[in-house]
């Protein structure tokens, strides 16, 4: 790795902002292997100038629901709404995942049921609200579920509108059985997963990925709305749609 | 629906390339409730001027595997090298899927390790082969399953190559428990289905994210190479992956 | 229904405990259709003599995690240990679950790490703590997924040690798209998915054959233990499993 | 290993019968690394004295379908009217499958398609007539997926009327990305796996599980039938379901 050849002319990215969420169970300053993932991939996009702000879900008092505003609906306390706010400024979000049982972890859930909430808002074209946006996701555990939890979460993004670019998912996990997850350090010094050459390609097409359909449904001034405007629809407006009288 | 507004300037999409696959269970000529949602999507596609190819896996005699062509490893017959030739010079992939227990038709799962079988290949820039198309899906049944079984085949998708839009899938169910299937005609005549204002929005929802996605990839002249060249990665290039030394 | 037919011999269940946890996102007071269908099953085995305890868990404070007291790890409060008490105490688990975007609830995963936590406890055969307990589940939500949240709560409990018996999970969808959800009054005076026999059916086969399996294997004094003592296999003991030298 | 300690008291089963399925996409004689994990449990439940059969589906002509025999549907061919007698003469089920894109495979998916197509069958209580059986799966892939494609697994098997006992799954898999499989000869000699102490155990916790559940079934007659049976159902039964009307 030390001598890896780099590609010329890396595109300068500096226009865009990335939101990464990470959906550990476990509450700051804990280590988060999910996080050390997701470290990687927001080096890469930094270093092609991408903005990233990041959140850990569990050190904010997010409150479960499926309203944009859970203190509107009875709770004390919704860090949602704030985080909410960098989410629709972000062109990217990815989020991170720990696995447990074979699926996302719970915290995971909540953020995807928040995301849901907002299905209902829409952008200046009638959009769903995360249309013209890029969306993917990092997973770890320690022996099982990547797939599993990549899939679940990213049909979440698409289906709320954000775009899926190809190989929108990355992560670590050992053999089957207990084992070392990602991050931790062996008794050699060296740490779990880092020489997964397999991670680090996929963690670095994630985050390119990522970039470019960003930024190219930037330069497109997002999705066209010919065809997928819920406000024109609403109005009555049928796109082609084949009359079914006549089908 | 008769009185439909239409929005002006629907957008020409003459040299754009679809292929449907439908991986119902039923031979020809029998009924297939997913082929007659998959023609709501392909007829607006058409109207849109973009040049579709559809097929029946099933009437084909696509062997089981995951190699491009399993006559070389043993089958006496395999239609899949024909078939995937039109999946390869097409801009848009559709796949549709019954639902059998929850889960996504066998057919559909056959279809997918075909499909697979490719993942090796790359093109002109070094990409995975799909790298630049866009996917979608369709599945009917009687009851329950769209999301699942879309979350599954889309995952599929996007895992080869595939660029996945908003709203990449449609589809149709009804109430829990046994009940007619889309497209089912009814004793007054209608046909069940037909009237869901719902499975009417997504379908057309899904033909055009599809027909724009790959439009802007076309133009784009597919998705940039830096940083997901497969081929570039193993001649050793690094597109900036931190060096897990330094970490 | 008022004129249904009843069998003679109903079985006395009065030994038994259940236990059920609803994970709706809604605090009480607000309706749970969940706890609608949920309420369903818990007549049946109430009737059958069963002891049944229930739980909202949203309305108590369950910390994250996967320990089996959080207060052991940070967090000021967890209700856990107590619900966790009668949990153990209980000869049957019935899950109830809304389905958000297709999945279960992150209420819903939250007690299946949190039941998860307990994995490394064991009984005095040196079992897993929920080995002899029967599981089951139900799902609702307004109109897909009873299925796919089925197989992956049914599942996890199938993993940490319970027995389930033949169609253990019962539930209501409506059609495809927005709609009311299970008991929600209609214009009418009825409530939606009363009339659903489909639903009324799987509810009560669940409630029986949840009962049946808990009498089973509570009559058997719980599953034999040659051949699953976690505690006997950490002691060296293969029970048959063949020698991989020799293979 | 070879200094194992045995327990004592090893039960004997020999009036139990099993039948395995194994869904890998290779037509014999080609090794199949599913069949090698599935040879372990077979030998452990042999070894307890079970009469065991096997198959490898793709070695049959299996036709696709959702009936119990398909040359009556128009297909020329259809070995499975056959294997399905073994299937119904047998107290335990195990299908074993690879995993394909974190996915069962196609014809594991055929098979489950093949064995719903007998769930409007009922046995002499009028209960589904896989009632009083008890099903299990085992799963190998070179990185991951096992929990996902045993959770539909198994949930299909539950679906129509196997019980499943605790852990019913057994499975390998390596570290994530491309790598040798299950029983693959390593340069040393040694076979990929075979050394996993957490697949021995489960294979072993599963064939025992397996063993203890089809036996408690056997000597209570299978499952009662108060609750339960479609035909009593069907026929106005309704065995204590609430009446919605006084709800």
Chains 1, 2, 3, 4 share one sequence.
């Not at 890469?44 to 903005?51: H, N, P, R, Y």
């Not at 960098?86 to 062109?91: G, K």
């Not at 680090?200 to 190219?216: K, S, V």
Request: with cysteine; glycine share 10%.
């Amino acid at each position: 790795m030390t001598d890896a050849k780099e590609a010329p002319n890396a595109p300068d990215y500096s226009g865009l902002k990335a939101v990464f969420i990470n959906c550990t169970l476990k509450p700051s300053p804990s280590f988060s292997h999910t996080e050390c993932l997701m470290d990687v991939v927001q080096k890469i996009m930094e270093d092609a100038g991408v903005t990233v702000q990041s959140y850990r879900s569990v050190d904010h008092a997010i409150a479960p629901g499926v309203y944009p505003d859970m203190t509107k609906e009875g709770f004390d306390e919704d860090a949602w709404p704030d985080i909410s706010k960098t989410v629709m400024a972000s062109d990217i979000l990815v989020i991170g995942t720990p696995i447990w049982l074979g699926e996302v972890s719970s915290e995971c859930r909540k953020i995807i049921e928040r995301l849901y909430a907002h299905s209902g808002e829409t952008n200046d074209k009638g959009q769903y609200i995360f249309y013209g946006k890029a969306g993917g996701c990092i997973v770890t555990g320690n022996e099982d579920g990547v797939k599993h939890c990549a899939m679940s979460t990213l049909y979440s993004l698409s289906h709320i509108g954000y775009t899926i670019p190809p190989q929108a998912d990355a992560g670590w996990i050992g053999e089957i059985g207990p084992g070392p997850s990602y991050g931790d350090k062996q008794d050699d010094g060296s740490r779990v997963g880092f020489d997964s050459e397999f991670t680090q390609r996929n963690a670095t097409f994630l985050a390119w990925n990522l970039m470019h359909m960003a930024n190219l449904l930037n330069q497109a001034g997002g999705i066209p709305e010919y065809g997928n405007s819920r406000d024109a629809w609403d109005d009555g407006v049928r796109y082609n749609h084949p009359n079914p009288e006549y089908r």
